[in-house]
């Protein structure tokens, strides 16, 4: 799996669009860019994934920089339970889902009142 | 959308005691699933890979003996922490793949924390 970079916190208003980036730069052809979040004492939740183009769907938005090198996750309306820490994983998605997933130390996204 | 329980949520024990947690996919099947291990303050560490009717393969420095694993059917496994010491006091996470879903994500379960004393 492609290394991957993420600013260890971020800050957001409430209400207002969390902007979370990831830098990869390593990535290769077939690597997907996964993000998930981990709200404190609960499993990580799936957010999103992309290849190349870029995503949406009812929890985020994620851009993918057309050199692949980096992506970046929206939240376009942060609310306060969206306070968590935000993993991005680069991997070969496995075709018979044998491998697990290996955890960097994420973003911790702080949403102030 | 996929579902994975995990059951309990919490438990105390005594040192020396063994400790059972379990895992199940609610609505698929799940030839393979995963249990993860979490400090405080630190990011999620892969234990072992737990194998529908074989035997599971753990990571490197995840002590088998310690930690059994039992995946007796498609939708259950079970980590098992035996003569449990302090310093196997964790966060324990189980996950899952739905197949069906393609290139999609990985379901986990809610954690179980475990406190030894």
């Known amino acids: 799996d492609a290394k991957t970079t993420q600013p260890t916190s971020m800050d957001c208003a409430e209400g207002r669009a969390a902007n979370l980036p990831c830098n990869h730069s390593?990535?290769?052809?077939?690597?997907?860019v996964y993000w998930y979040r981990q709200i404190h004492s609960q499993g990580p939740q799936y957010i999103i994934h992309?290849?190349?183009n870029n995503e949406t769907n009812e929890m985020a938005s994620l851009i993918i920089t057309e050199d692949r090198k980096s992506s970046t996750l929206i939240l376009p309306h942060a609310t306060l339970r969206d306070t968590a820490v935000y993993y991005c994983?680069?991997?070969?998605?496995?075709?018979?889902?044998?491998?697990?997933?290996?955890f960097g130390k994420g973003t911790h996204l702080i949403i102030q009142p | 959308g996929a579902v994975v329980s995990q059951h309990p949520s919490w438990v105390i024990c005594k040192s020396g005691t063994s400790v059972k947690i379990e895992c199940r996919s609610l609505?698929?099947?799940?030839?393979?699933m995963f249990w993860y291990r979490q400090f405080p303050k630190q990011s999620l560490m892969l234990m072992a890979t737990?194998?529908?009717?074989?035997?599971?393969?753990?990571e490197q420095g995840v002590e088998k003996d310690k930690f059994l694993i039992n995946h007796a059917s498609l939708t259950l496994s079970t980590l098992t922490v035996t003569s449990a010491h302090p310093e196997d006091s964790s966060f324990y996470i189980c996950?899952?793949?739905?197949?069906?879903?393609?290139?999609?994500?990985?379901?986990f379960g809610s954690g179980t924390r475990l406190t030894v004393v």
């Open positions: 390593t990535i290769s052809g077939n690597e997907y």
């Open positions: 994983i680069v991997r070969v998605p496995s075709k018979g889902g044998a491998d697990g997933l290996t």
């Open positions: 992309g290849l190349k």
């Open positions: 609505d698929f099947q799940a030839t393979t």
């Open positions: 737990s194998n529908e009717g074989s035997k599971a393969t753990y």
């Open positions: 996950s899952a793949r739905d197949r069906s879903v393609g290139a999609a994500g990985y379901t």
